[in-house]
């Protein structure tokens, strides 16, 4: 049976880290380091990870303020509430949550939160450094992907990662930090041929297609490592319940190591958001 890479248990280490990081910018400068979390429409989901993101933001001393425009909100409005946050000296990091409405452009307002408070990562700024390999603000469930595989793996370098799945929030950041990690990189998504035995040859899989239990034990080299980014809600005996990606039962009689869902990246992708506002607000110390 393999490790079980404990997400929920893991994220409680960084979560430490961040509150000794908020005392010492307290004790040290007065400044509490706040996350100002932006919410536009009634998506539940949604309104679940910003609930628990806030809480968490909380539990570690660090300031949180949440707002949350109704679904028919502009992009003026929406522009005019970044560029006042932007403004905010009180305010370190700024996360949109997304998806947006549709009628709102997305990389539009991500492009107009100063890159010096984009604690997602997702400003082309941020995104340009990490692709250059220069320290930035770096997508935070890439970031907890790189903590749970440091877990397993003391040297990376020279390992085969496949990483399943291309979005600009997940697969190419994990792609770029696996390559900083010297490992070797194969980027497969929804048009890869024999995706399959090109997992099958991979040291590391990184499941972020969102598709649920696409992964399965004949896709896995035994030993391997798996990590599972995936979040899919599914009605069972009518509850609501979530999968991954990975069809978890059989692919740990095969796997070296694998992480859950839930209690997996979804926890780690929280605790490298508050990681990021703190660092966010270490760089704005006047
Ligand atoms: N600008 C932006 N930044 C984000 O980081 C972002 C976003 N938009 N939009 C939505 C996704 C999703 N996301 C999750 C974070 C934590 C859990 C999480 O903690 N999940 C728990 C379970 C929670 C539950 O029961 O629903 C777990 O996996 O154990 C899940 C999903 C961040 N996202």
Redesign the pocket.
Known sequence: MAQLID??QLSNQVLQKVASEVEYLKGEYGVVPTLAVVLVGEDP??Q??VR??VKRAKEAGMGSIEYRLDTETTQGDLNQLVAQLNNDPQVHGI?????LPPHLDEDEVIASIDPAKDV?G?HPLNVGALAAGQASLVP??PQGCMIMLRQVHQDLSGKHAVVVGRSN?VGKPMMALLLQADCTVTMAHSRTRDIESLCRNADIVVAAAGRKELVNADWIKPGATVIDVG?NAIEADGKRK?VGDVAFAPVSETAGAISP???????M??AC?LLNTTRAARRQLA
């Open positions: 997400g929920k989901a949604s679940v990870y628990n993101k996360l949109v949550q997304l998806p997602d997702f935070c469930t929030i979040i979530l869902v839930p209690g997996g990246v979804g926890p992708t929280i958001l």
